[in-house]
């Protein structure tokens, strides 16, 4: 009877472990922001905490939108107002994968598995009209343009033609 009810506890905590791990797509952003900053790592920066967190900080510059978001929860930007960066980089001089540290950074802080990458837009086979004036404002945003005198949806529309072939060779979108 003993035995019984110690397999029971021990297969009752590996169901708890596993529904507190992350599932499919859970804290994308997290794991997606982790991964391209460990592979700009080098072996020696790899193995030294502070420097991780030195070299996460210059990494968190050059971010935009979800991913300066992240850097923002994290503590990687000058205008954060906190930081756990300890959280990332001694599991990532450990070699902890990206989506065990997220969990860890999920533990300390929510909102950072709140955080959901945009949906693409796919501009070969979407009708531009069909589209709010926010999505066609997002395009002119990842794309570092702007719109002076826009107002009306056809401007936005207009300026989104002119600018297609400059950038539809590029991956963004």
């Known amino acids: 009877m003993c035995k ?16 507190f791990g992350l599932k499919e797509g859970e804290c994308e952003v997290c794991v997606k922001t982790v991964d391209k900053f460990a ?3 080098s072996d020696d920066v790899k193995k030294d905490p502070k420097k991780i967190e030195l070299e996460f900080k210059k990494f968190c510059k050059g971010s935009k939108n ?20 300890g959280e990332l980089s001694k599991p990532l001089s450990w070699s902890m994968p990206s989506d065990k540290i997220c969990e860890k950074l999920r533990k300390k802080d929510a909102q950072i598995c709140d955080l959901r990458f945009d949906k693409q837009i796919d501009l070969n086979n979407v009708d531009l009209k069909k589209l709010k004036v926010r999505d066609l404002k997002k395009i002119l ?14 401007d936005f529309i207009k300026r989104i033609e002119e600018l297609k072939p400059k950038y ?6």
């Open 66 to 85: 979800k991913e300066n978001r992240f850097c923002y929860y994290l503590g990687g930007l000058e205008e954060s107002a906190t930081g756990i960066l």
């Open 168 to 173: 539809m060779g590029r991956s963004d979108l």
């Open 4 to 19: 019984f009810g110690v397999f029971s506890l021990i297969l009752l905590v590996a169901a708890l472990q596993t529904s």
């Open 141 to 154: 945003n990842d794309w570092d343009e702007v719109c002076d005198g826009c107002i009306e949806k056809t």
């Open 39 to 41: 592979a700009t790592l």
